[in-house]
């Protein structure tokens, strides 16, 4: 078993420390990350997030563990003033079909339909590995009745007119996770928002809120309604995990309400902790600031990668992983045009020395491997970085230094050696996932081939041909229009190739 002498180290946001992760079963890790709520496209800062969850189970896989991952969809509209615990507010997802003025969906369930297929898109374009589960909040409304009925019965949770509510007093671990202790403090984030005045106690959170006229609404022992947005992850991950797994992931922003209100009615239920790590993403900033939907300061994944004939900015997905994984998970991350245009070059030499690999290959060129050695050393000190709670600039910066090695033999490599290059550059995409595009590449039109990639391809036989029949003109012409598309076009003693240019 690969490197299973190895130990990842994570910061543990429960224990403030960096620790070792010993799985609670040997050799097989349980995750759950919280997805995303789909009123909307995802932005590439939420997809930081899944990232670092993406990059655990890829070091998990490479030290030979097996992974259970599970990723939730938040299909029933929360509310829209969630840093506080009991949200109120307005529901989001309503909120986007009464902006949507009925042109594009005819009902709520449409809605949340559309942007989760959106999201699956946009997750797959940059090569996040699938979750084993991907469970819906909307799909999970009977556990997380039975749920609340039970923190009814052992006197955790309390029915109002308005709602069911946790009772905070009833846990007195609540708050050991953000730190959030002071009783008056925690009354104060809630004081200016909660409209009920039958809560219990300020710092009280709805399991259940009672309302005939939602959207989404279900039937329950307390009449009609929705479940709060904390009980369908307490709920969801039990499921699949078990009432303890290992590790527990989202953005910094869950830590206070959403986490910590997810151990107290886990923990509440069992007696057991929940999750052993838990462990938070530092946001990715525009200009200093949390990218946000809520705030509209944010990029689309779609945005940055669909051609610029679709609008977009032809930015190669890859090199769009590779920037959001660039800066260590555990510091804000801020996003510039300028640190896209270098993830995309430095993206392009890694295909580049692919492409070489392979033509390598093609002309088994004799002689010993003068590669394999010190590749796999560097693929050693990659995965070691990562192993160091996920030190991405460390890890990237090791990789980087065998594409170099690759590189710097030019058109040289024998066979042999193209064969490590080969393997290394496979292990390399397993671990960091930018080499290759993903082999069922996301189209974003429901196609499995991208019709721009398509068009590119049929220029490019046209281009060809015109230049066998000697027609120039008609060659600089197509070269032209794939230039104004954003493609240029190389012309090297291999054949023609092209790339995205940089847009931004
Ligand atoms: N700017 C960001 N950087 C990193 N992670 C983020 C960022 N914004 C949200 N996240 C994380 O993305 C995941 C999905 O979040 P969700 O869909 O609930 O977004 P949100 O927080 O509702 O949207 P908003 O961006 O308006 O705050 C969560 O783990 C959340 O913490
Ligand atoms: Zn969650």
Redesign the pocket.
């Known amino acids: 078993m690969e490197g299973s002498s190895r130990t990842l180290r994570l910061y543990n946001t429960l224990t403030r420390t960096i620790e070792p992760v010993y799985p609670l079963e040997r050799n097989r890790l349980r995750l759950y990350a919280?997805g995303p709520t789909v009123y909307t496209y995802a932005h590439i800062g939420n997809f930081r997030s899944f990232l670092t969850a993406d990059l655990i189970v890829r070091v998990a896989q490479a030290l030979g563990w097996q992974t259970i991952y599970v990723c939730?969809i938040t299909d029933v509209g929360h509310l829209t003033v969630d840093d506080y615990a009991d949200a109120t507010g307005e529901d989001k997802l309503e909120r986007a079909l009464r902006a949507e003025e009925g042109r594009r969906f005819p009902n709520i369930w449409d809605l949340a339909r559309y942007y989760t297929q959106a999201f699956l898109d946009d997750w797959r374009a940059l090569k996040l590995l699938e979750p084993d589960v991907r469970p819906r909040a909307t799909e999970h409304i009977r556990q997380q009745i039975l749920a609340i009925e039970q923190l009814v019965e052992t006197g955790h949770a309390y029915e109002t007119r308005q709602g069911v509510y946790f009772h905070v007093p009833s846990f007195p671990d609540y708050g050991k996770l953000s730190g959030n202790r002071d009783p008056e403090q925690l009354a104060q984030a809630v004081r200016d928002v909660v409209k009920d005045p039958e809560k219990r106690d300020p710092r009280d959170f709805a399991l259940w809120k009672k309302d005939e006229k939602h959207l989404m609404q279900w039937y329950s022992p307390w009449g009609w309604g929705f479940p709060g947005w904390h009980i369908?992850?307490s709920v969801m991950s039990m499921e699949y995990l078990g009432t303890t797994f290992d590790l527990h992931l989202?953005g910094e922003d869950?830590i206070f309400p959403?986490h910590e209100c997810?151990i107290a009615q886990a923990e509440s239920l069992t007696g057991k902790p929940l999750a052993r790590y838990w462990v938070h993403t530092r946001f990715l900033l525009v200009e200093g600031e949390k990218m946000s939907k809520s705030k509209g300061n944010f990029f689309t994944v779609r945005e940055l990668i669909l051609p610029p004939e679709a609008g977009g900015q032809g930015i190669d997905p890859m090199a769009l992983r590779y920037a959001l994984i660039s800066g260590k998970y555990r510091e804000p991350l801020n996003f510039t045009r300028k640190h896209l245009r270098d993830s995309v070059r430095i993206v392009q030499r890694y295909q580049e020395a692919a492409r070489r690999v392979e033509a390598a290959l093609q002309h088994s060129r004799p002689g010993p491997d003068r590669i394999g050695d010190r590749l796999s050393a560097i693929y050693d000190k990659t995965l070691e970085a990562l192993c160091d709670d996920l030190n991405t600039p460390v890890a990237l910066a090791a990789a980087l230094e065998g594409v170099k090695l690759i590189l710097g033999f030019g058109d040289q490599l024998n066979r042999a050696s193209a064969q490590s290059a080969r393997h290394w550059l496979e292990r390399i995409d397993a671990l960091l996932g930018f080499v290759y595009a993903p082999e069922r590449p996301c189209s974003h039109a429901r196609r499995e081939k991208d019709p721009f990639v398509e068009k590119v391809e049929r220029l490019l036989a046209e281009r060809d041909a015109a230049r066998r029949a000697r027609d120039f003109a008609r060659a600089d012409a197509i070269r032209e229009q794939l230039q104004q598309m954003g493609i240029e076009v190389m012309d090297t003693p291999e054949g023609t190739r092209w790339r995205r240019k940089v847009l931004v």
Do not use: F, I, V, Y
């Open positions: 919280c939730n369908e992850c989202g869950l959403h997810e």
